[in-house]
């Protein structure tokens, strides 16, 4: 039995780890048909909830541990819960979402589909306000199997435990799949690999994804195999290592050299209003808040002995979509290879002396390789950090500019 706890409630280093509403639900998908009615066998476990808030961006609170470790099984169980005197009226969301664990797209997805009661009588109004002492009432389905299937796709695995993994993505692998990639991906390959060894995130045996990179950009990315590993990975995403040990870093090969050694980049972005599959720096209120800090390594010359690109290290303090390619982009320093952002210095490639001229025609997707990723174990609490050289297109190119005579 899970013990009375308060919404917000962390233990130890779990605080770092609390995952977002905002973060988290992108990544937590349920399709309601694919829910299944409970056991007979189904467990029930009862918390009392006290002082919980109805706000967009809610914390929620992670479980201890026995209730974790009960919530990454694959059995069904039914779970209840006990609003304890508050001051004002909560969402019957945020309750459920509080008193398990559960991110607030995955109680939303069960109130929906009728799994959800108030004192006994079956209510799908995930907004319903709630009284005190009202007795909730969650079932919770047996994960059901993912719709992608899995594929024998070979994976440069640089770690592997029973929570988590973390793969060296090649470009040209899209992370998971979507409309013109429903086969093929990065989530086909790892329900192949982690076979038998994934429970259920948001309900559906499949890897978490809490952080993606581009079809054509390179390089290391951790994925959940655990509904406990999913909630604190995406928690330290979330907060963007303001207050834990998260850090990304990529490397950029960009035309032209900033005019310093380093600087940062503090720029709103949001869809391009002429192109909605393409980023833009925005005022509007649909743009995001995102800051790319960036540092010059390396300056290379063409065949003039003019200045013509450089290798620059960018590191993330928010993870925008083409974050990185549209601030550099923004700087007037787009990167290599850059058919979306860098179209207009495509001509400056004539500058570069061979072999590199004749590399940089042949780099058919944007320069840019995540190189560094270092996060906390969501179970042991290590920090742990993984480097991953250029793969060997881009270092090609490096080596080529590096001798432009």
């Not at 192949?192 to 950009?217: A, E, F, M, N, Y």
Request: proline share 6%; glycine share 8%.
């Amino acid at each position: 039995m899970a013990r009375a706890r308060k919404l917000g409630e962390t233990r130890g280093r779990g605080a770092d780890a609390r995952a977002r509403k905002d973060a988290a639900a992108p990544d937590t998908e349920v399709d309601p048909g694919s829910q299944q009615p409970p056991s007979a066998a189904a467990r029930t476990s009862d918390v009392e909830l006290d002082g919980f808030e109805d706000a967009d961006d809610e914390v929620l609170g992670i479980p201890d541990a026995a209730a974790r470790e009960d919530d990454a099984t694959d059995a069904a169980r039914t779970v209840a819960a006990v609003v304890a005197a508050a001051e004002t009226r909560g969402r019957l969301d945020v309750a459920l979402a509080a008193a398990w664990g559960l991110s607030r797209a995955r109680v939303q997805a069960l109130v929906k589909a009728g799994h959800a009661r108030v004192d006994d009588r079956i209510v799908e109004d995930a907004s319903l306000r709630l009284s005190p002492g009202a007795r909730l009432t969650l079932d919770i389905p047996a994960p059901a199997d993912a719709t992608p299937a899995p594929e024998a796709i070979p994976l440069a695995i640089i770690h592997e435990d029973a929570e988590l993994v973390v793969v060296d993505k090649p470009a040209g692998l899209v992370v998971h799949p979507a409309p013109g990639n429903a086969s093929g991906t990065l989530v086909n390959a790892l329900l192949h690999h982690c076979r038998g060894q994934l429970s259920g995130i948001g309900g559906v045996r499949r890897p978490g994804i809490v952080h993606r990179l581009d079809k054509d950009t390179s390089g290391l990315l951790v994925v959940a195999k655990t509904n406990r590993a999913h909630q604190s990975l995406a928690g330290q995403f979330a907060d963007h290592g303001r207050t834990g040990s998260l850090e990304r870093r990529y490397l950029a090969i960009v035309w032209g050299v900033p005019a310093s050694s380093a600087g940062t980049v503090d720029a709103a972005l949001g869809r391009d209003p002429r192109n909605p599959m393409r980023r833009a720096v925005g005022r509007g209120a649909a743009a995001k808040h995102a800051v790319t800090h960036w540092r010059l390594l390396e300056r290379f010359a063409g065949a003039d002995g003019t200045a013509i690109a450089s290798l620059v290290e960018c590191r993330l303090e928010t993870g925008r979509t083409h974050q990185v390619r549209v601030h550099m982009a923004h700087l007037g320093h787009p990167l290599l290879g850059d058919a979306d952002y860098g179209a207009g210095f495509r001509t400056k490639s004539s500058k570069l002396a061979e072999p590199a001229r004749a590399l940089v025609a042949a780099l058919d997707r944007q320069a840019l390789h995540a190189a560094g990723l270092t996060f906390t174990h969501p179970v042991t609490e290590t920090v742990l950090s993984f480097e991953s050289p250029l793969p060997p297109d881009l270092a090609a190119v490096v080596e080529a500019l590096r001798k432009p005579d």
